[in-house]
């Protein structure tokens, strides 16, 4: 999925003269293990896409696993049930983020709505999940309540996460999202959900 409005676009995409690192999962693992001592209980796969590089994800979380750390997978959940069930034993934890309810606001990022769903019913029998919408001023506000209708079907106790959208990237001629908007859709969220959250309320 390709998302015009990313807000960590700065981390997420690439960019000339960005600085990387090639890292084993060995040698994740072993840093993982020795900032134990400063409080670390694990590894969280996030910022870009992590299931672009699914083998890494899956050879990592089992590494760390094995030494008996935590794994937290940050995803747009757009991955298929086999290769979710297999990496979903050594993930103890998922936010997944569901960009909108509608064909419409997933045709903008060149994806469907349908795995992503499906996704979230898989991993809340496995794992802990939690949910994340950004919320875009004139695109996805509508689509909120009928989203914490279908957690809901899920399961009513899911954390969701509605964050506030900032201009950033494609969209920085854009204006943030009004907090009344925020405090307006958590109420309608909150019907259907026991835990709604807030998120970028700076």
Known sequence: MKCQYCQNHRISM???????????????????????????????????????????????????????????????????????EELLPFIDAMNVDIKGHSDKTYDKIEGTLEPVIKAIEIANIKCHIEVTTLIIPNENENEVEDIAKKLAIINPNIPYHISRFFPRYR????????????????????????????????
């Open 171 to 202: 969209y920085s001629d854009r204006v943030a999202t009004p907090p009344v908007t925020m405090y307006r859709l958590y109420e309608k969220a909150k019907q259907y959900l026991n835990n709604v959250y807030m998120g970028n309320m700076r």
């Open 14 to 84: 690439e960019y000339e003269n960005i600085k990387t690192e090639h890292m084993t999962p060995e040698q994740l693992t072993e840093i993982a293990v020795m900032t134990k001592q400063d409080g670390n209980i694990g590894v969280a796969y996030t910022y870009n896409e992590p299931l672009i590089g699914y083998e890494f994800v899956e050879n990592c979380s089992k590494a760390i696993h094995k030494v008996g750390l935590k794994n937290v997978l940050v995803t747009n959940g757009y991955i298929n049930k086999g290769p979710l």
